[in-house]
Nanobody
Framework: QVQLVESGGGLVQAGGSLRLSCAASGRTFRNYAMAWFRQAPGKAREFVAAINWSGVMTRYLDSVKGRFSISRDNAKNTVWLQMNSPKPEYTAVYYC??????????????????WGQGTQVTVSA
């Protein structure tokens, strides 16, 4: 399995920007498609974005399209989630996850190989 560690969370004002990072170690990072999820208090975990192994294909939750951008650098074993103009309702713990392929990564429900521990993002009004 690949081990994942998120960072970059914190407090951001609505309309600001924040970039989350997910550093991978262990197995070969380029073998995995990657996804970001979030879970707000009292709510189910929600798929946010995914990227295939090469970075060519991406997919987003409709409500974050145009605001969020997922990217990766296989040489750095890192995937990022750029959050622009976030809204207070985006407050949640954000998790990254590794999947064996892009189809699994965008499924939101299938089994993922690894999960990070999460990073808290709080968006103030």
């Amino acid at each position: 399995q690949v081990q994942l560690v998120e960072s970059g969370g914190g407090l951001v004002q609505a309309g600001g920007s924040l970039r989350l990072s997910c550093a991978a170690s262990g197995r070969t990072f380029r073998n995995y498609a990657m996804a970001w999820f979030r879970q707000a208090p009292g709510k189910a975990r929600e798929f946010v974005a995914a990227i295939n192994w090469s970075g060519v294909m991406t997919r987003y939750l409709d409500s974050v399209k145009g605001r969020f951008s997922i990217s990766r650098d296989n040489a750095k074993n890192t995937v990022w989630l750029q959050m622009n103009s976030p809204k207070p309702e985006y407050t949640a713990v954000y998790y990254c996850a590794a999947a064996s392929d892009f189809r699994t990564a965008v499924s939101g429900t299938a089994k993922y190989d690894s999960w990070g521990q999460g990073t808290q993002v709080t968006v103030s009004a």
